[in-house]
């Protein structure tokens, strides 16, 4: 299932903050420009949760976690649930709106 917001909603967020390469949102998740094919997605309290991959023309969320010895596990993490979510843009208020049931415990 591929996450799209209204076209209007999506045309008054603007070009400008789709285009920003760090922008929080207040107690939310913020997407993190890594490469033209990869964003960090990140807690309010920059905890590293995941990337947001385009994969095949498609842009997936890849959840990632840590063990107590801080080794990476893939697949894992507080929003395991959500891994290989599809996403139409790497837009943070999409992702937001998709993981809104885990915000409260991030």
Do not use: C
């Not at 209204?6 to 920003?20: K, M, N």
């Not at 107690?27 to 990869?38: A, H, I, R």
């Not at 960090?40 to 994969?55: F, P």
Request: charged share 10%; no cysteine.
């Amino acid at each position: 299932m591929v996450m799209s917001l209204p076209q209007r909603v999506q045309d008054a967020q603007g070009a400008a903050a789709s285009a920003a390469a760090d922008i929080a949102l207040p107690d939310g998740l913020t997407l993190s420009l890594l490469s033209q094919k990869v964003y960090r997605v990140l807690t309010a309290s920059g905890e590293h949760v995941g990337n947001l991959q385009l994969s095949n023309g498609q842009w997936k969320f890849k959840a990632l976690g840590y063990d107590a010895g801080g080794a990476l596990l893939p697949g894992w993490g507080p929003l395991t649930d959500h891994h290989n979510t599809v996403f139409a843009a790497p837009d943070e208020a999409l992702v937001n709106a998709a993981f809104a049931l885990h915000m409260p415990s991030l």
